[in-house]
């Protein structure tokens, strides 16, 4: 079995019911975290896991969105453990750049505490790991795999899968449909998407708006990559809008149109058992 926790069902825009995108997938006693928003461990830490216990940090892209706390995972790790845990994150290319530039960034506080704590002698630990497409080997007995997405012009982008126990998840980050992740999707039961609803969106007569429209997937083309694969549960994730309480309902209508199978739409910490 794994379980998928929706940790920040957020988006670009602060929202005080939602943190940013992230989601937590667990399998046995294996933690993965997708991506790494906003809130991402006041999140976490609601769902009882800390950052010490987490496996890896796993990249959809790096937009800001997706990443803006990812330092905080990096030093909150650091600090919480009592020798070298190094964290392994991986993301498409560019992730080196990125973590390398948050170490710097975070160079001041490494040396403050390093000077000031006797028992830590040693800056984060990190371990990067690029990928485009196949196994990712971690070590664990979660299998996973990922693939390249179409976020263009944001590229380049990868999706995940996830594979325990006969059980396997897939998580998209932000998309439009593409073979990359129909393959990915092949077998899976689970689909975790981001989506926008276009029609909301188009209606926006704001030009920084509607440039969104062309690099995120709706309700419907989320839930035909869901069925073009056969799956069995399609979650939804980092809504743009986000529906206020009670409108969960028009995202589910919106991807029922085109799924039959389960669509579920949640709040931060909605958690979700997906079985073989
Ligand atoms: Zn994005
Ligand atoms: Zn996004």
Redesign the pocket.
């Given at each position: 079995m794994l379980a998928v926790t929706l940790l920040g069902t957020g988006?670009?825009i602060p929202d005080p019911q939602r943190a940013g995108?992230s989601t937590l997938v667990s399998g046995g006693s294996e933690q993965y975290l997708v991506d790494a928003g906003r809130g991402v461990l006041m999140r976490l830490a609601a769902a009882g896991v800390g950052p010490a216990q987490l496996n890896a940090v796993l990249l959809t892209?790096l937009?800001s969105?997706?990443i803006t706390d990812l330092n905080d995972v990096i030093t909150t790790r650091w600090i919480t453990t009592f020798e070298p845990s190094p964290l392994t994150i991986v993301g498409p290319a560019g992730t080196r750049r990125v973590v390398a530039g948050i170490g710097e960034s975070l160079g001041p506080d490494i040396g403050y505490r390093i000077a000031h704590h006797d028992d830590l002698d040693y800056p984060p630990p990190v371990e990067v790991i690029e990928a485009t497409e196949g196994e990712i080997y971690l070590g664990g007995d979660v299998r996973i795999s990922c693939a390249p997405t179409d976020h263009r012009p944001v590229e380049p982008t990868v999706a995940f899968r996830f594979d325990y126990g006969g059980a396997s998840v897939v998580a998209a980050?932000?998309t439009v449909p593409c073979d990359g992740l129909d393959r990915l999707c092949e077998g899976a039961q689970a689909l975790v998407h981001?989506v926008i609803r276009k029609e909301v969106v188009s209606a926006i007569p704001i030009p920084r708006v509607l440039d969104t429209l062309d690099y995120?997937s709706s309700p419907a083309e989320a839930a035909q990559t869901a069925a073009r694969a056969g799956m069995d549960t399609l979650v939804l994730t980092?809504y743009f809008p986000p529906p206020a309480a009670g409108d969960e309902d028009a995202y589910r209508a919106l991807a029922a149109e085109h799924f039959d199978g389960t669509i579920e739409v949640g709040d931060d910490l909605h958690r979700v058992e997906v079985r073989p």
């Amino acid at each position: 079995m794994l379980a998928v926790t929706l940790l920040g069902t957020g988006g670009p825009i602060p929202d005080p019911q939602r943190a940013g995108p992230s989601t937590l997938v667990s399998g046995g006693s294996e933690q993965y975290l997708v991506d790494a928003g906003r809130g991402v461990l006041m999140r976490l830490a609601a769902a009882g896991v800390g950052p010490a216990q987490l496996n890896a940090v796993l990249l959809t892209h790096l937009h800001s969105d997706h990443i803006t706390d990812l330092n905080d995972v990096i030093t909150t790790r650091w600090i919480t453990t009592f020798e070298p845990s190094p964290l392994t994150i991986v993301g498409p290319a560019g992730t080196r750049r990125v973590v390398a530039g948050i170490g710097e960034s975070l160079g001041p506080d490494i040396g403050y505490r390093i000077a000031h704590h006797d028992d830590l002698d040693y800056p984060p630990p990190v371990e990067v790991i690029e990928a485009t497409e196949g196994e990712i080997y971690l070590g664990g007995d979660v299998r996973i795999s990922c693939a390249p997405t179409d976020h263009r012009p944001v590229e380049p982008t990868v999706a995940f899968r996830f594979d325990y126990g006969g059980a396997s998840v897939v998580a998209a980050g932000d998309t439009v449909p593409c073979d990359g992740l129909d393959r990915l999707c092949e077998g899976a039961q689970a689909l975790v998407h981001t989506v926008i609803r276009k029609e909301v969106v188009s209606a926006i007569p704001i030009p920084r708006v509607l440039d969104t429209l062309d690099y995120h997937s709706s309700p419907a083309e989320a839930a035909q990559t869901a069925a073009r694969a056969g799956m069995d549960t399609l979650v939804l994730t980092h809504y743009f809008p986000p529906p206020a309480a009670g409108d969960e309902d028009a995202y589910r209508a919106l991807a029922a149109e085109h799924f039959d199978g389960t669509i579920e739409v949640g709040d931060d910490l909605h958690r979700v058992e997906v079985r073989p």
